[in-house]
């Protein structure tokens, strides 16, 4: 088989696609699927008996998707290799009744979703996606895609002359008022949302019964700098690393022992408390049952946990230019500077030196530089799904990700070379046979 282009530039033209591709978690879990099928990885389905035989499969659950491979020298019994990222991102979202008028203008109703950068939401041309629950002919529920990719909806700002407080005070935004966005100029002809989306999909107005939809924005990514070295696009945190897992899954050597596990959450962004979060049943169950695919032992499940390890995945803050005092001074991060290994104290980050060591090796023996994350002691830290997989599994965890600044912005920006670094790295963790201690 011919080896895919993996230089930087042909990385980013694909990481570009892949987001552009990702409106939503649900789009980014089918785009991860599509690629994984056409890659000759089979679905498998929860509710069904899963095949015996070795091979390569995944599955989906809503904006979550588990891939796994059980092919050539994999053997459950030795362990698991485990990426780990997350498939959503801060945005709005469209609330249950939508339809609201102010000042003799039709808006629609949404629902902050994390920690979004509101500023970042205001002017610009919005489209909108998610999935939608229907009623079907034999009168049972399915879900379809849906996305619009039109200038449908914007959040305008508020005029510089009838906010003089914005020079002293900055700006200031009540959730609840300012970020409800316009959707037409006249409300007597502007259709109801329900009506307008059942003319999009062709799908009668009363059999839509209800929907997950968001806001995105239409912006396409972009290389930008006078040298073009930087990036430019919406929702890296984190489909950056979904992007990564999934290339480093499909390059991934069908040598080692342990069997590579992606694993592609949703949540993460509100805590990842659902059935597709990372705090939920969804990985343990899976990994549960790869193993007894596998015809093994529950003693050997246990040996197995201790020998794995999981990779965490996700986005890294770059020191800020503008901003220097709010990083560690001793712990500069740069945009491609390399992949950047993410500690805390306090466990907000999986990382603990035996990972981070097994980590460290592997980027030696492929030759790629790696950058040191922590937060100052003033200053709170995020968090990740690493310390949520570690505590769940008892399994070595490691936080690591791309540098970037403007995170949770609805336009953030890192660097042209790590994305690509990133992937090798996650890529040789899966193939490497280096066992942990
Ligand atoms: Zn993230």
Redesign the pocket.
Known sequence: MERPDSSPRHHLEDLAEFVSASPSPFHAASEASRRLSEAGFTRVYEADEWPSSPGSYYLQRGGALVAWSTSGAHRPSAGFRLIGA?TDSPNLRLRPRPDHQSAGMAQLGVEIYGGALLNSWLDRDLGLSGRISVRSKSNDTSTVLFRCDEPLLRVPQLAIHLDRSIMTEGLRLDPQRHLQPVWSSAPQSAPEFRSWLSERTEVPVNEILSWDLMTHDLTPPAVLGVDESLFASARL??LLSCHAGVTALLSSSLEAPYVPVLCLFDH?EVGSQSASGAAGQLLPTVLERIFLSGDCTRDQWFAALASSVCVSA??AHATHPNWPERHEPDHPVHIDGGPVLKWNADARYGTDSPGAAHLLSIARDIDIPMQTFVSRNDMPCGS?IGPVTAARLGITTVDVGVAQLSMHSARELTGVVDPARFAALLGSFLSSPRSVS
Do not use: S
């Open positions: 997350h945190d984190n993460e996700d986005g990740t």
